[in-house]
């Protein structure tokens, strides 16, 4: 396997009325294909890191964030930054990334076939066939003409997952995909998604607090360690290998 990121001394700062939070990343390097779960503890910076690692998120300092997407140069993410070139961060969201929210972010005005579709009609792919079989596999295809807000919570979740994965990117991030899910429906759903994962060869990066799904799904697991500063006035995070 290859890399597909490597970030060292990444620093993210958020402060309030004398109170605040850092996020730092020492070093990670995360290969093609790999499955990823950020673990820890509610507020410690997980979701923070998922919008950096999809750029949409700048870091306040960074030694080093390549992206480095199959087939492609490796790409100086944080320069982009640095030259505020947003055409060229948007981009590379656009073509490589799927990105999974907890409520699912469906747009709720078209179609779930529609949502499925739309990030390869922005790339301008051919009708193949994708949305139906992403559908097939997810247990939605009987859905595809209604409109998400006739669909359950779960199976929005599933619509989510099939967006994200329709145009065949190198990442899918998603945050705390299944936590507001019932046990069952959630082993379903990542059971069906870690098979397109592996189908497509897609490096699938989650925050999760579900244990059993990271163990059964042999994940590799960034744990975060946290400290407090001046007095419990400051929180400073730390993910890591």
């Known amino acids: 396997m290859s890399a597909i990121y490597h970030l060292k001394e990444i620093v993210k700062t958020r402060a309030t009325n004398g109170t605040g939070f850092r996020l730092l990343v ?22 923070t890191l998922l919008d950096m690692l999809a750029m949409i998120l700048r870091p306040d300092e960074a030694a080093r964030f390549t992206f480095i997407p199959r087939g492609e140069n490796p790409i100086d993410v944080a320069a982009a930054w640095t030259k505020r070139d947003q055409n060229r961060l948007c981009d590379l969201r656009k073509k490589h990334l799927g990105y999974v929210l907890q409520t699912g972010g469906l747009l709720p005005y078209l179609t779930v076939r529609d949502n499925i579709n739309l990030s390869r009609r922005l790339l301008g792919m051919p009708e193949d066939g994708s949305v139906d079989h992403l559908a097939k596999v997810l247990g939605i ?16 979740q599933r619509a989510a997952f099939a967006r994200a994965l329709a145009h065949r990117p190198s ?23 870690m098979e397109l994962v592996k189908e497509i060869g897609v490096t699938f990066i989650a925050a999760s607090h579900d244990w059993a799904q990271i163990y059964k799904h042999d994940f590799r697991s960034l744990h975060q360690d946290s400290r407090e500063r001046d007095g419990g006035r400051w929180i400073e995070s730390t993910f890591k290998d």
């Open 171 to 193: 990442i899918v991030i998603a945050d705390e995909p299944t936590a507001s899910l019932d046990p069952i429906t959630a082993r379903k759903i990542m059971g069906a998604v």
């Open 26 to 47: 020492p070093s990670i390097r995360i290969e093609d294909r790999e499955a990823i779960a950020l673990v820890g503890y509610s507020g410690c910076g997980k979701s």
């Open 141 to 156: 295809q009987r859905h595809l003409g209604k409109l998400p807000g006739l669909l359950s919570a779960g199976e929005r």
